[in-house]
C-alpha cells in the first residue's frame, strides 16, 4: 500500500513539522524523530527540496492528501497526522502527533471531526506522545467508539483527553525510570 496522492497545489509551504518530528532512515540522510533535520531552515522549508532523500520525497503527512481547512497545516495547527500502513501493506490509519507538546492541539474541532469520521469509518486512529524509545502510543477506536456513535462529543472529548493523560504519565514514568536507574549505577558503591 502506498500513500494516496497529495492534493493538488497543496505543498508544505514553511511548514517543517515532519523535518523535525519524522525519524529517516534512508541511504541518503539519517536522524532521530524530534530532531531537526541539517537541511531544515526554519519557516521556510527544506534547503534540498529540489534533491530530497527518497524517504523525503515519498512521505507526506495527512494534510497533504486529506481534505482539511488550511488551518489544520501542521505548523498551524500544532498537530501532524503521521500515516501508518498496516502491518503488510494493507489498510493502515493515522497516528496523531501534538507538537510541541501542545495538549490543548487535541480538542480543535476539526480535528475532532476527523477522527470521529475515522472511527466511524474504521480507520484506526492512534494518539500519541513522546520521542524515540520513550514515545507511547494507543489506538484511539475502541475506547472512543461508543461515544462517537452515540454523537456524545463531550463524552468523546472527555476519552481523549483521559488516553492522552494516560500517555503523558507513562512516559513520565519511563523517564523517571530511566534516570533513576542511571542515578543507581551512577551513585551505586565504587569498585575498588
Not at 139 to 163: Q, T
Request: with cysteine; proline share 7%; glycine share 10%.
Amino acid at each position: 500500500m502506498r500513500l494516496p496522492d497529495p492534493t493538488p497545489g497543496r505543498g508544505c509551504g514553511a511548514c517543517t513539522a515532519c523535518c523535525v518530528e519524522i525519524a529517516i532512515d534512508d541511504p541518503e540522510l539519517q536522524k532521530p524523530d524530534h530532531v531537526a533535520c541539517m537541511h531544515m531552515r526554519e519557516g521556510q522549508g527544506c534547503a534540498i527540496h529540489d534533491r530530497l532523500p527518497k524517504t523525503c520525497r515519498n512521505w507526506y503527512c495527512g494534510w497533504r492528501f486529506l481534505t482539511l481547512s488550511d488551518a489544520m497545516r501542521p505548523d498551524l495547527s500544532h498537530v501532524m497526522l503521521s500515516p501508518e500502513m498496516g502491518p503488510s501493506g494493507d489498510k493502515g490509519g493515522l497516528r496523531i502527533v501534538l507538537l510541541d507538546e501542545n495538549r490543548a492541539a487535541l480538542e480543535q474541532g476539526e480535528l475532532l471531526d476527523l477522527i470521529a469520521k475515522c472511527i466511524g469509518g474504521g480507520i484506526p486512529i492512534f494518539l500519541s506522545w513522546g520521542h524515540a524509545a520513550m514515545a507511547k502510543r494507543v489506538l484511539v477506536n475502541p475506547v472512543a467508539a461508543e461515544a462517537v456513535a452515540a454523537g456524545d462529543k463531550p463524552r468523546f472529548v472527555a476519552v481523549l483527553r483521559d488516553l492522552l493523560a494516560g500517555l503523558v504519565q507513562q512516559v513520565a514514568m519511563d523517564v523517571i525510570a530511566a534516570q533513576n536507574g542511571s542515578t543507581a549505577t551512577l551513585s551505586g558503591p565504587r569498585q575498588s
